[in-house]
């Protein structure tokens, strides 16, 4: 998958590198189009208040939920924040947000989770399991219990996460039950 300027991406085999089609996807950022990581047809997308799912073979855009609604609520666009990872290992768990509000999706059950109000430009980011999620809780406003702390040298770009750092930067990792509301 390239993204070749706004509005395109394009889809390339990954072994010839031969172009196979453009993909008409319109995704929040260039980076927040995740990979369905069971059935490789498939990704997954936030455009306006929505998340959709893609066929790649069949060019079909399916809606899965739309986060305008409660709980949610979202009056603005969904991401996955600034800077977003990815899903769980399986693709069931998002970490989302629209404005202020972060909140978990699980794909499986159509649930959203816990939606908290934090001053982060970011979107809680599941761990592999999506039984944890990782967030820079800068300017936290919502109540949650983090059951451990770790400290993360300063990010600049995406492969700088290090210890140790003289500028650190805490990022707290909560428990699913407590951001998602089981």
């Known amino acids: ?3 070749v300027g706004p509005g395109t991406h394009h889809l390339y085999d990954g072994r010839t590198y031969t172009h196979l089609k453009e993909l008409s996807i319109s995704p929040a950022d260039l980076e927040q ?11 997954y997308f936030a455009d306006g208040t929505t998340l959709y799912r893609f066929n790649v073979d069949t060019q079909v855009r399916t809606a899965v939920r739309n986060f305008a609604t409660a709980p949610s609520s979202c009056a603005s666009s969904v991401s996955g924040g600034s800077d977003p990872m990815w899903t769980s ?25 816990t939606v908290a109000t ?11 399991s999506g039984l944890l999620y990782f967030l820079n809780p800068s300017g936290a406003t919502a109540q949650v219990q983090h059951p451990a702390r770790r400290k993360v040298g300063d990010q600049v770009g995406h492969d ?23």
């Open 89 to 113: 290992w399986d693709s069931r768990y998002f970490g989302l947000k629209c404005g202020s509000k972060i909140f978990s999706y699980d794909k499986l059950t159509d649930t959203v989770g």
């Open 33 to 43: 189009v995740y990979w369905d990581s069971v059935d490789p047809k498939i990704l």
């Open 118 to 128: 934090v001053s982060s430009v970011n979107g809680p980011q599941p761990g592999p």
């Open 160 to 182: 700088r996460v290090h210890l140790p750092a003289p500028d650190l930067r805490l990022l707290e990792v909560a428990r699913l039950p407590e951001l998602h509301g089981l």
């Open 1 to 3: 998958l390239y993204w």
